[in-house]
DNA sequence: TAATAAAATAGTAATCATTGCTGATTTAGG
DNA sequence: CCTAAATCAGCAATGATTACTATTTTATTA
């Protein structure tokens, strides 16, 4: 394990306890709780660190912000257009890994993204 | 086939031209080449509505720029995080829809992206 | 332990890709 | 031809993210 600084731990933490994919503010407004006068540059520049480092997932919907993952096993995210959440679902296999060395990719990271409307919105 | 703009129409056929993933601004400079006076607004405007057609493909792989791109075949995006470069790989199906199925999820548009080092870089 | 170098931080200012706005121009359908 | 809706060019505004600086914390070495 790491020798990380306070904020950088507390901002890992903060992102493997939530599966809502945050974005920067939301996690300032997290590690605030703890760290109440933390930076916001801080927040950013650690999510890169780690993302950096491969610990966390850094991931873009088109939202026009930057969202974090914590969680590091292979899934897709669900973005939903309707209502703007990303939802999780597990796959059976990391196939970009796979498919990326088959082109002489070294793959380090693969991220899958589905654009659609969830069920919960499709009801309304 | 859909009545587009002139303006519209020259730029999915910029995008349709190449396999570059060309950023808006990118694909403004190609653009002018046919219409001079075509301003930057227009051309995020039409790229955001095509793509909202789902005629192009909107994809943000981190580094500061949304990248378009015409080719709507199941395809990974390989990021080389030394160069930059984003390189087409076919997949043999796109699994991700059966995946967001599954999920009570309509899926839309997939997005599939391996970030890593290329051969070219890594021979370096 | 004390001295020193290196890394990280808080706070704030700057950047710049993208979006919003406005008045002019083009297109569509009678 | 005529009107309404859509699109446009040009430019101003936005805001997420990054850069900067002085200060504090951590690591290293003697």
Do not use: W
């Not at 790491?2 to 945050?22: A, C, F, G, M, W």
């Not at 973005?79 to 002489?104: F, M, V, W």
């Amino acid at each position: 394990m790491k020798n990380y600084s306070r904020q950088r731990e507390t901002i890992l933490q903060v992102l493997y306890s939530t599966d809502t994919h945050p974005t920067a503010s939301a996690v300032y407004n997290e590690v605030r709780k703890v760290i109440p006068n933390i930076s916001l540059g801080t927040v950013y520049r650690n999510l890169a660190a780690l993302s950096e480092e491969g610990v966390i997932l850094s991931l873009s919907v088109g939202d026009g912000y930057e969202h974090f993952d914590g969680n590091r096993a292979p899934h897709a995210h669900l973005h939903c257009k309707r209502c703007g959440k990303i939802y999780d679902a597990p796959l059976k296999q990391d196939i970009l890994s796979g498919t990326a060395k088959e082109n002489g990719f070294s793959s380090e990271t693969t991220v899958y993204i589905v654009y659609g409307v969830c069920s919960k919105c499709r009801a309304d």
